[in-house]
């Protein structure tokens, strides 16, 4: 196979914060003087107490610990705001583009430590106190990151629920990390269609996690009549009206929490992925700052969701950490046509820009001119996350939106690790497209086989990492045995990230897909065990297996076989209603693309799902099944087989 490679253009290794060479003096230094390094890369950031503790870490099952910083003191919102407003208090920190061309805002750093103080303190007010837990389920609003920012300001923990999912996942999330406030906003608005949010809310609460949860606050986003409680929902403009601007950060702990993410797994309930202060924002910082080069005054446009880890880290932490000023879209890139994403580029002159390949496949089967027809000089950088970028969509990446000139980053990293670890450096790395390259400062990625023996040079293997980094996750809220459990037994000493990958000949990693049971559908990730669970709560269904199958736009398409209760008949309108029972119990994002009904699952003997046949099967690649003499009923391949054209 050939592989294009694309050199370092010599103007972008001179006026790179870093070259070729720095990359490699830095990587060798954080390597035998982690605590050298990481001290002085702590000094970006603003400290009560600077650290004098740097690294105190250990994946060993006897002394398993990770502290970064751990005797350090200072506040994420007064690294994140205060800082830059006291020194550029007219710098926009937010730009915001609406989901309908011509709405927009702009939000200045002088007017964000407002809006970020008078929310704090209605939070105070509304009884949240240090280390309680908020739920925030918002569209993309400035009003997202002032409640994180708020969060972070007093000390309060943040749980996002992206804004995609039901009333039922919602509820889960709140009822499990305990949240006594929710914001929300009356409806969201994405391609001109309004998502009920405020009416989730309620649906979400009427069971027990109605228990927990004192406050409701909510924005004005449409102006939809919803329903509100009395003594438990407020307007978010009456509360904050009410509040002083004046309300001094929490000095906190390095190592105390600063939000739960939940994400999907192997097992059908989502984790509550905790990430803490000083170690995080550290990460947060300098890889938004290396990765793209940002230089004060540059537009910053990560296009992801903040209720995805991608808009933590890089359209608000990170981002902000560095004074930068960030764009925040709250619509999708085809609405109201397929040119959005470059006219926004041009209409703000945004420099770096940051996505996911799902969105550039289905931006590139539209065609050129949508792109060509723009202007987008005013781009350097361009990121890609979530998933593999196949080459085919890189290659128009590069060409067709960056006119072959900007470098192309394609971010490897997980809702875990807090921020980029294997990626390009604009200014260090040349290109290989479809290779996430080279490990940043402190990332010690290791190939080992299934028995856990670390191969060398070039080869294929599940990607660990062998060293803790600053930006890793802490635990599992509530559960920390499940957070050794899921990421350090299976190659004890190090942690398992979960994906397969390639390393070639000149060291370069090629992540190639998820090896457990989760799928990534459009640069998200989905437990299976999470759609199967949803899918066996159905009167009707008796068992299900999900595979992931390849999908042209989504990358990776979700898969479901359905065996039914005796004397139900499979037929196309059960199957719809299905696909619907899905997607009204986890969310749009969970919408089965395929549903074939089985009168059987393939199986073992010992009762265990070959899930190996039915991704084959999925794929319509009914030539190398493998092995299937293990099967206790090796005649169900054929019936699957046979059902296969079906399914869709
Ligand atoms: C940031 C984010 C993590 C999983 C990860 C991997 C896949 C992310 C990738 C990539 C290939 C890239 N992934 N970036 N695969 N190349 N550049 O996406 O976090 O939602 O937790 O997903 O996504 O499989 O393990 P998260």
């Known amino acids: 196979m050939t592989q294009s490679c694309y050199p370092v253009p010599a103007e972008w290794a001179e006026r790179a914060l870093i070259d070729q060479d720095r990359y490699a003096a830095m990587y060798a230094e954080a390597a035998t003087d982690p605590d050298g390094f990481w001290a002085r890369e702590a000094e970006r950031l603003d400290w009560v107490r600077f650290p004098k503790r740097i690294k105190d870490t250990s994946f060993e099952e006897a002394d398993f610990h990770i502290r970064w910083y751990e005797d350090g003191i200072l506040n994420v919102a007064e690294n994140c705001v205060d800082r830059h407003a006291a020194k550029n208090p007219d710098r926009v920190a937010i730009l915001w583009e609406g989901d309908t061309p011509g709405e927009e805002r702009k939000i200045s750093y002088g007017e964000l430590k407002d809006e970020v103080s008078r929310l704090a303190n209605a939070f105070k007010t509304a009884g949240v106190k240090k280390g309680d837990r908020v739920t925030i389920y918002l569209p993309?609003?400035?009003?997202?990151?002032?409640?994180?920012?708020?969060?972070?300001?007093?000390?309060?923990?943040?749980?996002?629920?992206?804004?995609?999912?039901?009333?039922?996942s919602l509820a889960n999330r709140i009822q499990d990390c305990g949240s006594k406030l929710v914001i929300t906003a009356d409806e969201g608005l994405r391609g001109g269609k309004r998502v009920p949010l405020k009416a989730n809310v309620d649906a979400a609460l009427g069971e027990d996690a109605g228990k927990i949860v004192e406050t409701v606050i909510v924005v004005r986003r449409t102006g939809a009549e919803v329903a509100m409680q009395e003594g438990r929902d407020l307007w978010y403009h009456d509360v904050v009206q009410a509040e002083s601007t004046d309300c001094p950060p929490e000095p906190m702990g390095a190592e105390k929490p600063l939000f739960i993410l939940y994400t999907s797994g192997s097992t059908g309930k989502p984790k509550g992925v905790l990430h803490t202060t000083g170690g995080y924002l550290v990460w947060a910082s300098m890889t938004h700052q290396y990765v793209f080069d940002y230089r004060p005054g540059e537009?910053?446009?990560?296009?992801?969701?903040?209720?995805?880890?991608?808009?933590?880290?890089?359209?608000?932490?990170?981002?902000?950490?560095?004074?930068?000023?960030?764009?925040?879209?709250?619509?999708?890139?085809?609405?109201?046509?397929?040119?959005?994403?470059?006219?926004?580029?041009?209409?703000?002159?945004?420099?770096?820009?940051?996505?996911?390949?799902?969105?550039?496949?289905?931006?590139?089967?539209?065609?050129?001119?949508?792109?060509?027809?723009?202007?987008?000089?005013?781009?350097r950088v361009l990121g890609s996350v979530g998933e593999p970028i196949n080459p085919e969509a890189w290659e128009w990446y590069y060409r067709v939106v960056g006119d072959s000139r900007c470098p192309i980053v394609d971010t490897w990293w997980q809702t875990e690790t807090g921020g980029h670890m294997i990626t390009p450096l604009p200014g260090a790395t040349p290109l290989k497209p479809g290779s996430a390259s080279k490990p940043l400062f402190g990332v010690m990625p290791q190939l080992v086989d299934s028995e856990g023996v670390v191969l060398e040079g070039a080869t294929e293997g599940n990607l660990v990492i062998a060293d803790s980094w600053p930006g890793q996750m802490r635990t599992v809220w509530n559960d920390a045995d499940r957070f050794f459990q899921t990421y350090f037994t299976t190659y004890p000493g190090k942690?398992?990230?979960?994906?397969?990958?390639?390393?070639?000949?000149?060291?370069?990693?090629?992540?190639?897909?998820?090896?457990?049971?989760?799928?990534?559908?459009?640069?998200?990730?989905?437990g299976t065990a999470e759609v199967e669970s949803a899918l066996v709560a159905h009167a009707k269904v008796a068992e299900a297996a999900v595979v992931g199958m390849p999908h042209d736009v989504k990358g990776q398409g979700i898969?479901?076989?359905?065996?039914?209760?005796?004397?139900?008949?499979?037929?196309?309108?059960?199957?719809?209603?299905?696909?619907?029972?899905?997607?009204?119990?986890?969310?749009?994002?969970?919408?089965?693309?395929?549903?074939?009904?089985?009168?059987?699952?393939?199986?073992?003997?010992?009762?265990?799902?070959?899930?190996?046949?039915?991704?084959?099967?999925?794929?319509?690649?009914?030539?190398?099944?493998?092995?299937?003499?293990?099967?206790?009923?090796?005649?169900?391949?054929?019936?699957?087989?046979?059902?296969?054209?079906?399914?869709?």
């Open 140 to 168: 993309m609003i400035p009003e997202a990151a002032f409640a994180m920012l708020a969060c972070a300001r007093i000390g309060a923990v943040h749980s996002i629920v992206f804004a995609g999912f039901s009333p039922d």
């Open 299 to 379: 537009v910053f446009w990560c296009a992801a969701d903040v209720g995805w880890v991608t808009g933590h880290s890089y359209i608000v932490y990170g981002a902000l950490a560095n004074g930068a000023t960030t764009l925040m879209f709250e619509g999708v890139p085809n609405y109201p046509d397929f040119s959005r994403f470059w006219q926004i580029v041009d209409k703000y002159q945004v420099t770096s820009f940051y996505a996911a390949p799902t969105a550039l496949r289905a931006l590139m089967r539209e065609g050129d001119e949508w792109v060509t027809k723009t202007s987008r000089a005013s781009l």
């Open 495 to 526: 942690y398992f990230t979960g994906d397969g990958c390639r390393r070639d000949a000149d060291g370069y990693y090629w992540i190639t897909g998820r090896v457990d049971d989760v799928i990534n559908v459009s640069g998200h990730r989905m």
């Open 559 to 648: 898969y479901a076989y359905v065996t039914l209760n005796a004397g139900e008949e499979g037929d196309v309108a059960l199957r719809k209603e299905l696909i619907q029972w899905v997607r009204r119990e986890i969310g749009p994002i969970a919408t089965p693309d395929a549903l074939q009904f089985t009168p059987s699952l393939p199986k073992t003997r010992s009762g265990k799902i070959m899930r190996r046949i039915l991704r084959k099967i999925a794929e319509n690649d009914f030539g190398s099944l493998g092995d299937t003499s293990t099967l206790a009923d090796p005649g169900v391949v054929d019936a699957l087989i046979a059902g296969r054209e079906d399914a869709t």
